[in-house]
């Protein structure tokens, strides 16, 4: 079933050649990751902070959506491997002047690139420039619709690697917006192949996913039933305009139900901690003295994001890992 | 021209007359005249030999886009009878959603002229059951009729609201005209592009709800009850849509419906990987709908299998899965999708070939879809077990939107008769 990903992502030796999702990777491969994310880190601390592991390399951030940190830590990422990197942002550029995705792909090719870090607001964009792309090109997907956040999800997994170590013996809620979050399918994905005991997902029936059951989750539309001995809880960020599409009546209402607090987090595990892909709504979904609280690791978050953005984009471009089929 | 023809040795399903023999089936002057022995003094212009083929009526396609007038960068009236007549197809029925939409006489004609001028397929363009498709005004219903459309549509858009739908059931059944509702709630729809199910869930893709047809499809079948209006649903792609066009069967209400020949094959585990080929409306479901449909096609709840033809210029679905253009081309898949269904022990032959003959043709009243003497001799020639493979030079249609591109089909039509004239034969102008 995932077959065809893999040989799109993946060659047929089980490198890396473009990192679209985290679905089909295996757990020797998400270890991986992590692990070289772990040796990149400790650049991030020198005075120096870079390697040359893709000098004369150029990676276009291509951004068809707006967004501040995943584009920074991209770039940031990327300069610290030594590649010179150009910032595209489309959401107020050619496509607006009615250019196809095709095109502006082709055009920036034609620049003679070596990588594209692309966000866009459809789901299943970055397979679609991944599939007509030149060959020697990788693609690296920033978030694609609803679909698939794969460096958010590995950057969260990494950050829990880090204070839990194992996965196995964790319970880990997601809360929120899931119908329309990509964070939380690929969180999902990347957590069942690391082994994770159990994944929850807590929200109103109108943000939760049809059938989400499927993809190996429980689903709880109680907060204080969802956070109930959990070890990790990943909270979602709530859109404003889901008021307008009938989602849920009022911010104030989500909060009461939904927002996290110190109180609620009493039911959690004693040392649970808190994450969140930001950026955050204090007050919506979270409140101030949980995201600033000594349980919440969302700025530490921010600074791993860096180090797995590395470890990802340099073993696509090296087409790295795996070592066989999945 | 040839007068008098032959065709020896085939064999003739004609489900219209319970025939299935080997036989021969003699034309003259275009119409049927006997099957099994000549007429007295018959001596054939023309002997088609049809040794180890299937002699059928000309099939009857109750859905296919051709894209003219007004979007002749996706395909033509002339490239798609073409496509057409290579599947087997002399009768194609065609949606009114055309740009201008049918709903005058004067684009109805013009159809008929370009058909005409073509000479080789039949169309029936079905008129708007509104005012340019928006769902607000009725269309002038008795005037389209008058300029021979047997049937109104909405095709795939929107009724405004239950009144409208109401008052132009009402309307249509007082012309006595056949009203094909292709059901779908577009508010439940909301944009989605796949099955609301496990594969979107995981996918990330807007679903659209079974509800969005099943609401539909109850909203038309109470307003039945009180308008005793024809209908017709096009294009089931759930089973409990399906059944509940069973029950009202059941308490004898007059309702047929159509399946497309893709939604007996596919399920929404086509989308792994967002190939925009398979990016269907309606959309593709699960192995339970496909199983549950294909039952309802053998025991007749749904009566008729068409393509639904939807040819796409190659920039329609490069793009995002999402932003692409929904539809498969399905003229020449039509056949050889429906034999793999024989094949799989879904239903017989004969039944099969009435799916896409008499009943078909029955639906919009038309003398089409048998080969009863005196019928105007459209007929079918295939070759069940001759393979081809789907490519350039076996492709006909302006649109390469099809899934199965450079797949290994079975089953080939040989020859395709219009009025008793060869419009199709494999042996010429067939590069593979």
């Known amino acids: ?326 | 021209m040839t007068e008098k023809l032959q065709i020896r040795g085939g064999r003739v399903i004609d489900p219209s007359q319970g025939v299935d023999e080997v036989s021969d089936l003699f034309v003259a002057d275009g119409v049927v005249k006997a099957l099994g022995k000549a007429p007295d003094g018959f001596t054939p212009d023309l002997l088609l030999e049809a040794k180890g083929c299937v002699v059928t009526p000309g099939f009857v396609d109750l859905s296919a886009r051709l894209r003219e007038p007004g979007l002749e960068h996706k395909a033509t009236i002339q490239s798609e009878s073409l496509a057409a007549v290579a599947g087997g197809i002399t009768t194609l029925v065609i949606p009114p959603d055309t740009l201008p939409v049918v709903d005058t006489p004067a684009v109805v004609q013009w159809i008929f002229d370009r058909a005409k001028a073509q000479g080789f397929v039949r169309l029936h363009p079905v008129g708007a059951l509104t005012r340019s498709l928006k769902g607000k005004d009725l269309s002038e219903m008795s005037a389209l009729k008058a300029a021979g459309c047997r049937a109104v549509s909405n095709a795939h858009h929107p009724v405004a609201n239950t009144l409208v739908l109401r008052r132009s059931l009402e309307y249509a059944a007082s012309h006595d005209l056949l009203v094909i509702v292709r059901p779908e709630d577009p508010d439940l729809k909301d944009g989605g592009c796949a099955h609301e199910g496990p594969v979107s869930a995981r996918m990330g893709l807007k679903g659209i709800p079974y509800a969005a047809e099943t609401v539909a499809v109850a909203q038309v079948l109470a307003l039945i009850e009180q308008t005793g209006a024809r209908v017709h649903f096009a294009q089931i792609s759930s089973a409990r849509a399906m059944r509940s066009i069973w029950r009202a069967q059941e308490k004898g209400f007059k309702v047929t419906a159509d399946v497309a020949i893709h939604q007996l094959h596919l399920t929404e585990e086509a989308l792994e990987g967002f190939d925009a080929a398979y990016h269907l409306s309606p959309p593709l479901r699960t192995q339970e709908d496909l199983e549950a449909l294909r039952v309802a096609v053998k025991d007749g709840v749904i009566g008729s299998v068409c393509s639904d033809h939807q040819p796409h210029e190659p920039d329609a679905k490069l793009d995002a899965f999402p932003a692409t253009e929904p539809g498969m081309a399905g003229l020449e898949t039509l056949l050889p999708l429906t034999l793999a269904l024989v094949r799989e022990g879904v239903m017989t032959l004969p039944r099969a070939i009435q799916s896409l003959t008499q009943s078909p043709a029955e639906v919009l009243g038309l003398g089409a879809g048998t080969l009863a003497p005196g019928s105007l001799a459209d007929i079918t020639i295939f070759d069940p077990e001759r393979e081809w493979i789907l490519q350039d030079s076996t492709w006909r249609s302006l649109g390469g939107n099809t899934p199965y591109w450079g797949q290994t089909l079975k089953g080939r039509v040989t020859r395709t008769l219009l009025e008793g004239r060869v419009v199709f034969d494999l042996n010429f102008g067939e590069a593979s």
């Open chain 1, 1 to 326: 079933m995932t077959a065809k990903k893999d040989t799109l992502q993946r060659d047929p030796d089980g490198k890396l050649r473009h990192f679209l999702t985290v679905e089909g990777l295996d757990r020797g491969f998400l270890e991986l990751i992590m692990d070289t994310a772990d040796s990149f880190a400790s650049v991030t601390e020198q005075t120096v902070k870079k390697v040359p592991l893709l000098r004369g390399k150029t990676i276009v951030n291509l951004f068809f959506e707006t967004s501040t940190r995943t584009r920074t830590t991209f770039e940031l990422a990327a300069k610290r491997l030594s590649a010179d990197v150009l910032n595209v942002n489309i959401a107020t550029s050619a496509t607006t002047k009615g250019e196809s995705l095709l095109d502006t792909i082709r055009n920036i090719e034609a620049m003679h690139v070596d990588m594209f870090v692309v966000r866009h607001a459809q789901s299943g964009a970055a397979h679609f420039i991944a599939r007509h792309v030149a060959p020697h090109i990788s693609v690296i997907n920033a978030g694609d619709g609803r679909h698939a956040h794969p460096t958010q999800a590995m950057l969260d997994v990494y950050t829990i690697r880090k204070h839990k170590g194992d996965f196995h013996r964790l319970k880990v809620a997601i809360v929120g917006d899931i119908l329309h979050s990509r964070v939380a399918r690929s969180e999902i994905e990347a957590l069942k192949t690391l082994g994770t005991q159990e994944i929850r997902v807590v929200g109103p029936r109108t943000l939760i996913p049809a059938e989400i059951q499927s993809l190996g989750v429980s689903v709880f539309h109680d907060l204080a039933e969802g956070l109930q001995g959990v070890d990790v809880v990943i909270m979602l960020r709530l859109q404003r305009e889901r008021m307008n599409g009938a989602f849920i009546p009022s911010e104030h209402e989500y909060y009461a139900s939904f927002g996290l607090t110190e109180a609620r987090l009493e039911r959690a595990a004693p040392d649970v901690m808190v994450m969140h892909p930001g950026p955050i709504n204090r007050g919506v979904e979270i409140d101030s003295k949980v995201a600033d609280g000594e349980r919440s690791v969302i700025l530490q978050q921010v600074s791993h994001g860096i180090a797995i953005r590395m470890a990802v984009m340099s073993m696509a471009m090296h087409h790295e890992g795996g070592g066989g089929a999945a």
